[in-house]
Structure formats: structure tokens, C-alpha cells
């Protein structure tokens, strides 16, 4: 079992910045790889961003060169740095990991652009 906490959410006016973090604790070894995915009111979850063990990152186009994604792993936490935030970056933000086994999840954590 894999269980994540996300944290860093809230309310921002456009142009703003945000910081997520995600603390995953438990069976971690297998992970090999983590992200961030989005869930808009009335749309589909999409991905966001990950990074994997040997730290190669991805992006969904509509954040690259605006969102970063980083992880500490004395810490067992990654980190989704969130810049020149936009009203479409509004929704909820869920922090993935992934093994082998199965995929984990955490509870999710609200952004909200708006000014």
C-alpha cells in the first residue's frame, strides 16, 4: 500500500503561482514513477505532469514552460511548481504513483485561478 497526501492548493488570481506538494509514505520502493493529474468540473482527468525514478519529466502542453515538477526523495515528496497560472488551470489536483502492481492516489487538493 501507497498512501499520498497532497497539500499546496488554494485560490490565486491569474498570473499567479502555486506550489503542490505530495508526501507518499508506505510500500515506495516499487514506485517508479510519479505525477500530477487534473479533474476540471465537468471534464475528464487529465495528466498533468510526471517524473520518473531516474527523474525524465513529462508535460501536457497546455503548462509546459509555465509548471515544473520536481521531487526530494530524503523528503518522500514531489512537487508540482506552478507558474503564470491561468482560470483554465482551475480544478482539482491529484497526485499519482505508480508500480508495477497498481496505480495510488491521493484525496486531491482544489486550485482555483480567479481574480
Known amino acids: 500500500q501507497v498512501q499520498l497526501v497532497e497539500s499546496g492548493g488554494g485560490l490565486v488570481q491569474p498570473g499567479g503561482s502555486l506550489r503542490l506538494s505530495c508526501v507518499a509514505s508506505?510500500?515506495?520502493?516499487?514506485?517508479?514513477?510519479m505525477g500530477w493529474y487534473r479533474q476540471a468540473p465537468g471534464k475528464q482527468r487529465e495528466l498533468v505532469a510526471t517524473i520518473t525514478s531516474r527523474d525524465s519529466t513529462n508535460f501536457v502542453d497546455s503548462v509546459k514552460g509555465r509548471f515544473t515538477i520536481s521531487r526530494d526523495n530524503a523528503k518522500n515528496t514531489v512537487y508540482l511548481q506552478m507558474n503564470s497560472l491561468k482560470p483554465e488551470d482551475t480544478a482539482v489536483y491529484y497526485c499519482?504513483?505508480?508500480?508495477?502492481?497498481?496505480?495510488?492516489w491521493g484525496q486531491g487538493t482544489q486550485v482555483t485561478v480567479s481574480s
Open positions: 499519482n504513483s505508480r508500480s508495477p502492481q497498481r496505480d495510488y
Open positions: 508506505g510500500s515506495i520502493f516499487s514506485i517508479y514513477r
